[in-house]
């Protein structure tokens, strides 16, 4: 059975912290995804990256930093946490290569900044 | 940026009648999927469609996609309260899967017993 999970499903911090996000899938899935989740807004891209190292910029890169050093885990990075970055953070991967490729996602980490 | 749009934002009906949900996008893609989220949780891939089908089934969902119009809609025929959830679109405009997908606002549906 696929699997995504995240480090945590809810996490407290304060403003100015320096946040780590982890999400490991068990899939060898070429690519992952970090998504934000809030109320109206719907889910938003963040930071995607389709191999060991490489990243791309999502929608809403600012704020944000990503790390993928080995395939099965892409971290997402508050370099400075500021109370706007409250919010369900969602990880999603799929695999390369095919046309119609779903996305798996974890179940999510429900962070609030103080 | 925010493509699809689902309407309704909110759809309360009776266990066993049937829940239509609609989606709108804004640029071409390469195909559509729907999600199912329940409360809290991560989503669940429910269903894709290519821009070359019209209509695609599984089970007591029935999608359809007109690429005139830009738009899907999704139905779940005979809803059961296990149905709950919120629901939604999003589309990938590549392909492959690998740049992302965009996702609507989605709509909550709740099942009355």
């Known amino acids: 059975d696929v699997k995504v999970t995240q480090s945590s499903r809810y996490l407290v911090k304060r403003t100015g912290e320096k946040v780590f996000l982890e999400c490991v899938q068990d899939m060898d899935h070429e690519n992952m995804f970090w998504y934000r989740q809030d109320p109206g807004l719907g889910l938003r891209l963040i930071y995607f990256s389709y191999d060991v190292k490489m990243k791309e910029k999502g929608d809403i890169p600012e704020g944000y930093s990503v790390s993928r050093e080995k395939k099965e885990r892409f971290s997402l990075i508050l370099e400075s946490a500021s109370t706007n970055q409250t919010s369900m953070y969602l990880c999603?991967?799929?695999?390369?290569?095919?046309?119609?490729?779903?996305?798996?996602f974890g179940p999510g980490t429900r962070l609030t900044v103080l | 940026s925010q493509q699809g749009e689902e309407d309704p934002q909110a759809l309360s009906i009776q266990e066993g009648e049937n829940a239509t949900m609609n989606c709108s996008y804004k640029?071409?893609?390469?195909?559509l999927q729907w999600y199912r989220q329940n409360s809290g949780r991560g989503l669940v891939h429910l269903i894709l469609?290519?821009?070359?089908?019209r209509e695609k089934h599984s089970g007591r969902l029935r999608v359809t996609l007109d690429t005139s119009k830009k738009s899907s809609s999704l139905l779940i025929t005979a809803s059961r309260a296990a149905d709950t959830a919120s629901y939604f679109c999003a589309t990938d405009p590549s392909g492959g899967g690998a740049d992302g997908l965009t996702f609507g606002k989605g709509t909550h549906l709740i099942i009355q017993p």
């Open positions: 469609i290519r821009s070359n089908e």
């Open positions: 640029t071409s893609i390469n195909n």
């Open positions: 999603a991967s799929n695999p390369a290569g095919g046309w119609d490729n779903e996305q798996f």
